[in-house]
C-alpha cells in the first residue's frame, strides 16, 4: 500500500494596518503593527506546484487589509482584531486556500510584536505515529 508523503513547507508573509481595541465599550487609540504571519502547511509529494502560485492565493487573503485600520473591514468592523482574532480569522481563509491545492494546513502564527504571538495548530492530519511507522518501512523497502 503506498502512503502518502508530503513535502512540509513555511511561509511568512508581512502585513502592515492600524487596528484598535475595545476594552469594557471603551475604544483604544488606533496605532499601527507590522504583523508577522507564518504558516506551515504540507502539500503531497507527488504533487508540483509553483511557489508563485501558492503565495499569490495566500497574499489575496491578506493583502485586503494591507495599509488599513483592520476595524473598517470586514470581519473586523464586528470583531476586534486582536491578534488572537486575527489568527482565527487568518486561519480560516488561508487553510481554505491550502487545502484548494490538496495541501494539508498544519499551523499559523500571527505575531503583532516579535514577543507577542498567538499560535494554531492543527496538527498533521495525514499521519500519525502509526502511519509514520508504515511510510517509514515503506521508504526502507523501496530505497533501501
Not at 45 to 63: L, P, S
Not at 92 to 105: D, Q
Not at 124 to 136: A, G, K, L, P, Q
Request: glycine share 6%; charged share 25%; hydrophobic share 35%.
Amino acid at each position: 500500500m503506498e502512503l502518502p508523503l508530503y513535502r512540509e513547507y513555511k511561509y511568512k508573509f508581512y502585513l502592515n494596518a492600524k487596528h484598535y481595541i475595545v476594552i469594557n465599550d471603551k475604544k483604544g487609540e488606533t496605532h499601527p503593527h507590522t504583523w508577522e504571519i507564518q504558516i506551515h502547511f504540507g502539500i503531497p509529494r507527488t504533487v508540483f506546484i509553483q511557489f508563485t502560485k501558492i503565495e499569490k492565493a495566500i497574499n489575496d487573503c491578506i493583502d485586503k487589509y494591507q495599509d488599513k485600520v483592520l476595524n473598517d473591514h470586514e470581519p473586523f468592523d464586528g470583531l476586534v482584531p486582536t491578534v488572537e482574532n486575527m489568527t482565527d480569522v487568518f486561519a480560516k481563509s488561508i487553510g481554505e486556500v491550502v487545502e484548494s491545492f490538496g495541501g494539508a494546513f498544519y499551523s499559523i502564527e500571527v505575531a503583532e510584536t516579535p514577543t507577542r504571538i498567538t499560535r494554531l495548530s492543527f496538527g498533521n492530519r495525514n499521519t500519525n505515529e502509526s502511519s509514520i511507522d508504515s511510510i517509514i518501512d515503506e521508504i526502507v523497502r523501496k530505497h533501501g
